[in-house]
């Protein structure tokens, strides 16, 4: 038996929750010992290689691209985790659901004051993926099994998650982890 | 030469004696005027009466008779309560869409016609309805609304609507010169209480040979409990208004019914003013107001004159005015105070802050409106069946009253019953009757469910047949909507959510926000994509608004999903998809996608079929 395999994403995040796992500090090296990294932009893995234990999803959907790679990680994670305020509610992306799709592309790229467009067209380049009519939370998307809430989640609360999950326990998490003001 | 919007502006508030609390009728009679209260009327009116715009604005934005933007001539209201819609609201309003060339939020570029829906307008059961400007127009049948248009279209001159578009008059006073309605009573059984006839001052005269305090006690004796729906003793309310502290007592008359599917007071507003106004009168005498209020739904405005009319009447005849029926130092007179469309405004303390001129933003309770209520001084906020009830108990007694009904709900409750059945209408019955008996007396056939007490009351289903209709059993404001077996109960309970997101005033987050998650959830398991975890999010959501929602609207907003969570658990069931389903979401990429493909003229790269 290897050691349980870990993939990581930011879909439509700021890779705020990235950082946050970084600042697990020298307990990194523990985790190390403890799971094998599959799929994350700490090691620069493009692909899932796999069936993996452990999906983190930091970010919601907010085109095309999130969506095909969640969907990725739903296929092949055990157990899928929505990491961060992004994932769980759409997060700062989502302010943009309170106006239609087709009035932030005119803003944008056609009437906003500091844009310089003179074609007047909305850039439709296959490498820009396709945005959603708006941004969605991941649960909305696929089934999720866990919530991992803040914004971003502590390294305490991220280090505390994992720990509990590979260890089979239930998770208690001290209030001061969970409280945001 | 027309008056200039600020000559206009400023006769209307000095009508009003420039008084800021009466700033709900400056702002409707703007509106009637000017045809909207836009951004210049505003600085006009702020600058009248010395207030902030935002006070305006918040007002104006508030209520949906209330309009910022100029609105066509002819306003087009259609009701789209449940009942309305099972007998084709969606229909008539596409008719009316393509006759005018517009969608139902719309007006049509010449500003003659504008086209939007109503919450509901209290013709359940005279259904599809639509009230035109003022005037209701029941019983749309296929074609009616389109000629109606027709007819208005070929007309320059668009005054006098119920003269164009109406053929007969209903029955009784609806036929009155000042009303000319075509709203039918469609009174299916009168009982002795409500609808039974009576002479002027009947009850009025006893209660004044009686001491207020006898009066109190005459009303404790019979037991009488608010017909509103909540059910509070009216003796009660009033003996706390009477003890309160205060250099001024009002009674106010809540003729604000807007729970759907109700209409009973519309019949009593017709059929039976001077029982109310006797009631009123009464409940002043009994708690010292010199001051009665009838706020009257803006729906209803078209009852308006035949009600100043039944004062002014009241007023000759001595039984309003100083000196009450000759009785030394009473004084009593009414007022009518319009609302301008807002169903939360038949909340007691929403009530009081639109009367104030206000927002009908509910207030924090304590103090009661009966220590601290209209302008702050004492208020008893009744309605306007128990006010009826009030003047019947004084002319005959109360024992005579707490031998009807059964022991906790005394006397009888009209109810007004709409949906599948063949005789909807208006019927007085004794409390205690059981549902069977209303299906019996109302000629519903086989029905599957029933809707007892509107949106806010309970969906119950055959289990609950037996049960009876009173305080302490099935509780109604009134309203009843009967359904039948080819009725879905969920799609039923998702349009009165609807109706609760679109009527939640916006002032506490678990309504405002909740409702309209649980409508999301609910319409997600509507459109075959719940899973079981569902349920239980819709059950611990809904206890939750319940349970920290500030007035009655939120505290019984959640009761269509919950209540038929209850009774058609298995309504729910059936559409729920299997629980290892985990590819299954509900999220539909394609319409997420399409507005971005249409934009960019391009296809998806990332899912190519």
Same mark, same amino acid.
């Given at each position: ?46 692909? #899932?290689? *796999? &069936? ?11 085109? %095309? @691209?999130?969506?095909?790679? !969640? ?38 790229? #056609?009437? *906003? &004051? ?11 380049? %296959? @490498?820009?993926?396709?945005? !959603? ?49 | ?609």
């Amino acid at each position: 038996m290897g050691k349980p395999r870990v993939a990581t994403t930011s879909l439509c995040g700021c890779f705020g929750c990235h950082m946050s796992l970084l600042d697990i500090d020298e307990r990194i090296l523990s985790l190390v010992e403890l799971v094998d990294f599959d799929r994350s932009p700490i090691n620069d893995i493009k692909e #899932l290689s *796999g &069936p993996v234990d452990i999906g983190l999803v930091e970010g919601g959907c907010a085109n %095309e @691209e999130n969506v095909k790679v !969640l969907q990725e990680f739903r296929e092949h994670c055990r157990v899928l985790i929505s990491v961060g305020d992004c994932a769980i509610n759409g997060g700062i992306p989502a302010m943009r659901n309170m106006v239609p799709l087709r009035e932030c592309f005119r803003e944008a790229f #056609l009437d *906003g &004051p500091t844009v310089v467009n003179p074609a007047g067209k909305i850039p439709d380049d %296959e @490498e820009i993926p396709l945005l !959603l009519d708006r941004v969605y939370p991941c649960h909305e998307v696929v089934k999720v099994e866990y919530h991992l809430p803040g914004c971003p989640p502590s390294a305490d609360t991220l280090w505390e998650a994992l720990n509990a999950l590979l260890e089979g326990r239930s998770l208690e998490l001290p209030y001061e982890l969970i409280k945001y003001d | 030469m027309g008056a200039t919007r600020e000559e206009v502006v400023k006769v209307i508030c000095q009508d009003y004696g420039n008084d800021r609390s009466r700033l709900l009728d400056i702002a409707r009679d703007v509106r009637e005027q000017l045809g909207c209260v836009d951004s210049p009327a505003v600085d006009c009116i702020a600058e009248v009466l010395s207030i902030p715009r935002v006070e305006i604005e918040s007002l104006v934005s508030f209520y949906s008779f209330l309009y910022s933007e100029p609105q066509g001539q002819v306003q087009i209201r259609i009701c789209n309560d449940v009942p309305d819609m099972m007998k084709g609201a969606d229909r008539i309003a596409s008719e009316l869409e393509e006759e005018l060339g517009i969608q139902v939020g719309e007006t049509t570029p010449d500003g003659k016609f504008s086209l939007e829906y109503a919450s509901c307008i209290g013709l359940s059961d005279q259904a599809p309805s639509a009230l035109v400007n003022d005037l209701m127009v029941p019983r749309l049948g296929a074609g009616t609304a389109r000629r109606g248009v027709q007819i208005l279209k070929e007309r320059g001159e668009l005054k006098e609507l119920d003269k164009l578009l109406i053929r007969d008059y209903g029955d009784g006073n609806n036929a009155h010169d000042l009303v000319r309605s075509a709203c039918s009573n469609n009174i299916r059984k009168a009982g002795e209480v409500i609808l039974a006839e009576m002479r002027r001052g009947a009850g009025l005269e006893k209660a004044l040979a009686m001491s207020p305090v006898e009066v109190i006690r005459e009303i404790k004796t019979s037991r009488l409990r608010g017909r509103g729906g909540a059910g509070f003793p009216t003796g009660m309310k009033w003996e706390f208004t009477r003890a309160a502290d205060g250099d001024r007592r009002y009674l106010v008359c809540n003729a604000d019914e807007g729970e759907p599917g109700t209409f009973k007071d519309r019949v009593i507003l017709t059929e039976r003013p001077d029982l109310l106004f006797e009631g009123m009168t009464i409940g002043g005498y009994a708690i010292g107001a010199e001051d009665g209020l009838v706020y009257l739904r803006a729906e209803y405005a078209y009852l308006r004159e035949f009600l100043e009319h039944a004062l002014a009447k009241r007023r000759e005849l001595g039984l309003l005015g100083e000196n009450v029926c000759g009785k030394e130092g009473f004084h009593f007179d009414i007022r009518i105070q319009m609302g301008a469309g807002a169903y939360i405004c038949g909340e007691e303390t929403a009530l009081i802050s639109s009367c104030e001129g206000l927002r009908g933003d509910p207030k924090n309770r304590p103090p009661f409106p009966a220590q601290h209520g209209y302008l702050g001084k004492p208020t008893s906020v009744n309605n306007v069946e128990t006010l009826c009830c009030v003047a019947r108990i004084l002319q005959r007694g109360s024992g005579w009253f707490s031998a009807i009904g059964s022991p906790g709900s005394t006397g009888t409750k009209l109810l007004s019953i709409s949906g599948d059945c063949m005789r909807p209408g208006v019927y007085e019955v004794p409390f205690g009757i059981r549902l069977s008996e209303v299906f019996a007396m109302c000629d519903a056939q086989d029905p599957m469910a029933a809707q007892v007490g509107g949106p806010s009351g309970k969906m119950v289903g055959e289990a609950d047949f037996d049960r009876t209709i009173c305080f302490d059993d099935l509780a109604t404001g009134g309203s009843l909507m009967v359904f039948g077996r080819d009725r879905d109960v969920l799609e039923i309970a998702s349009q009165f959510m609807q109706f609760f997101v679109h009527e939640s005033c916006g002032y506490c987050t678990p309504c405002r926000v909740g409702n309209v998650l649980l409508k999301e959830r609910l319409d997600k398991i509507l459109g075959g994509h719940g899973q079981p975890t569902d349920l239980e999010y819709l059950q611990r959501l809904g206890e939750s608004i319940k349970m920290a929602s500030r007035c009655g609207l939120g505290q019984t907003s959640p009761n269509p999903v919950l209540s038929t969570l209850e009774s058609f658990r298995s309504a729910y069931e059936e559409r729920i998809r299997d629980a290892d389903d985990v590819e299954e979401s509900g999220f539909d990429l394609q319409s997420a996608l399409s507005t971005a493909q249409t934009l960019t003229g391009r296809k998806s790269v990332h899912f190519e079929d």
